[in-house]
């Protein structure tokens, strides 16, 4: 599994033009069974995706179709980890890895 950390490089109003484009990408990994959690940081200087990949390579060709990455709004931050722990709601995202 695999977290990604979106900040953003441009203002909200720069972002915000690319708004729609990112929810059909999100949307599409969602369907694809890649994506397990997104949402916006808060304060709103980016955001934080869940990404169930068999690799790092994975990941970051997923990163490369983000409108967001094509308009060179956001930089990402990739970090792997392996869940071993988790509350009984959450007992299958140990199965991500």
Known sequence: MFIVSLTYK???SEVD?????????????????????????????GGIILVKAANKAEVDTIIKEDPFNIANVASYDVTEFIPTM????????????
Not at 21 to 45: C, M, N, Q, W
Not at 86 to 94: P, R, V
């Open 10 to 12: 441009a203002e909200l």
């Open 17 to 45: 033009k690319h708004i729609d484009d990112h929810i059909v990408y999100l949307e599409k990994y969602y369907t694809l069974g890649k994506f397990i959690a997104s949402g916006r940081k808060v304060p709103r200087i």
């Open 86 to 97: 988790a509350s009984k709601e959450f007992e299958a995202i140990k199965s991500c890895t």
